[in-house]
């Protein structure tokens, strides 16, 4: 936005208007989200204006940890991007099991879809942590995609890589043992945020079993008996919830033979 002229009163933006050499005033609020957005995927190569009919209609949204931000099965209203915070998506059996599909920080969007397909919901999402989203409906997204293709191709692109990352899932659950994807995903976490040490490789578990658990498909026992028993073979050593990994090649040598 550099070079443009500014409201000497407001200290909003000024925009020349497309059909006239009149003067359009931008608030600045509308120009942060639109900053917002750029950042987004989906949204990338979208020009200031385009960007700017977008965030005039972006509905700013506060969540707390734990609050729902929509249930599986809820008619679809429109999406959702993380401004700031993230948000955990996931699925939910009638016994009350919940399996993680994704957790999701800054930059994401959130159901796509059904957007596109006029289905409900296919999953929930609550936030984790104190997070910011910015909602935009169903009608504005579709007025978007209707003048822009690309917008549309760029969410194809994002939902085949949530669909990959879905089969993976589907994979893990169907052929891999519960010590299998624990010791995974204490893999990732190994590769994503582990911090190194003389005693190995620290990292910090989910806040419960019961967390981990829906991470990895099976129940808070399952993980706390793999857990123990990864501890009793040392590779692991357990305090709280800080786990440090004291034998790396013995923890991936378990992702090797998943049955």
Known sequence: MSGLARDALTGNTLLPTPCSDTIAIVPEPTI?????????????????SELSFLAQRAVPHSYSAGQSVFGEGEPCSGLYVVESGHVRIFKSSPNGREQVLSIDGPGSSIAELPVFDGGNYPASVTAIDEAKLLFVSKQDFQALCLAHPQVALKVLRVVGSRLRRLVGIIEELSFTTVRHRLASFLLRLAHKEGKRSAAGVEITLPASNQELASHIGTVRELVSRNLSRLQAEGMLQIDGRTVTISNLKALEAETDSPE
């Open 32 to 48: 942060a989200v639109g900053q917002i957005l750029a950042k987004v995927p989906i949204f990338s190569g979208l020009t200031e």
